[in-house]
Nanobody, 119 residues
Framework: QVQLVESGGGLVQAGGSLRLSCLAS????????ILWYRQAPGKPRELVAS???????YYLDSVKGRFTISRDNAKNTVYLQMNNLKPEDTAVYYC?????????????WGQGTQVTVSS
């Protein structure tokens, strides 16, 4: 099993920065990809960024050039550096692990961390 814990959320003014962390524990060798999602009130959850074991990265169009996903394998941690934040980035951010041989429906999720951007 893999467990995920997010941290780093908070309240920031527009134009500010935050760095989210996703710490993985357990059978981390089974992780193929780490994904960051977000969900704003009244909106569906959306994929913001992801990083594969081979370092291939994906970004949502609206965050390209502002957000950077990276990882520190020694710390079993994936980071989401968020710069030039906008009020529309306000959401609960979740990390999710795509595991080898495990259906996506059974993928582990973290508890989420709130990001609030004031205008």
């Amino acid at each position: 099993q893999v467990q995920l814990v997010e941290s780093g959320g908070g309240l920031v003014q527009a134009g500010g920065s935050l760095r989210l962390s996703c710490l993985a524990s357990g059978s981390t060798s089974n992780i193929n990809r780490i994904l960051w999602y977000r969900q704003a009130p009244g909106k569906p959850r959306e994929l913001v960024a992801s990083i594969r074991n081979g370092d291939a990265k994906y970004y949502l169009d609206s965050v390209k050039g502002r957000f950077t996903i990276s990882r520190d394998n020694a710390k079993n941690t994936v980071y989401l550096q968020m710069n030039n934040l906008k009020p529309e980035d306000t959401a609960v951010y979740y990390c999710n692990a795509d595991l080898y041989g495990v259906p996506i429906e059974a993928a582990p999720w973290g508890q989420g961390t709130q990001v609030t951007v004031s205008s």
